[in-house]
């Protein structure tokens, strides 16, 4: 269980710190070509759905949670390649599928926040107003896309670098909360051997 924890952790911290530097990469530089984005996105999507495939293919516990991360690796990859082969058709549509794709993370990061609320955490609610802002983000661009090409590069790069940002500070409070925890039961644990 725990060597599943610390690859989870090593693979959630992975795409956060991707989802950063790409994010700040289409701040930084908001001119380039809408199919050069386009194509740098479906890159992106496609290695980041391998990742998740081939993360489930090679780990021997089959779970809930890597059965879900199998699913979205899936999607990741066939959005992926769909941008890479029809970049021109897919310009209008980049800001509505990265909302789609944020509004996903956001979810989850307030399944993550409800899941910290029930191992006891006192500011699990910072990873939920986080995983809210996250959905409200998504949902910016899902039903207010902008007609500049630059102005929804750096709102895509923004929402980003703030999506990573939020899943790397929610991620080590749950790993925080399971250490605590484990510390806590090996602590009885050993109170209890000491006992007998």
């Not at 199998?70 to 897919?90: H, S």
């Not at 939920?128 to 949902?139: D, K, M, R, S, Y």
């Amino acid at each position: 269980m725990v060597r599943f924890i610390k690859e989870l952790k090593a693979n959630y911290m992975a795409s956060a710190i991707l989802c950063v530097i790409f994010g700040l990469v289409l701040i930084i530089w908001p001119g380039t070509t809408a199919q050069i984005v386009c194509r740098m996105l479906g890159g992106v999507l496609l290695i980041y759905g391998i990742i998740q495939i081939a993360v489930y293919l090679f780990n021997r516990e089959r779970t809930v949670l890597s059965q879900g991360m199998l699913v979205l690796g899936i999607v990741f990859a066939v959005i992926g390649a769909w941008i890479l082969l029809k970049p021109d058709t897919i310009i209008k549509a980049v800001p509505v599928i990265i909302g789609v794709l944020i509004v996903i993370h956001g979810m989850h990061n307030i399944v993550q926040a409800v899941a910290l609320q029930k191992d006891g955490y006192e500011k699990w609610w910072l990873a939920f107003i986080f995983g809210c802002l996250t959905v409200a983000a998504g949902g910016i661009l899902i039903y207010n896309p902008f007609e500049a090409v630059e102005t929804v590069v750096r709102l895509i790069g923004a929402f980003l670098v703030y999506d990573g940002g939020s899943d790397i500070w929610i991620l080590s409070r749950v790993v925080k909360v399971k250490r605590d925890k484990e510390r806590i039961i090996d602590a009885e644990f050993v109170d209890i051997e000491d006992a007998d």
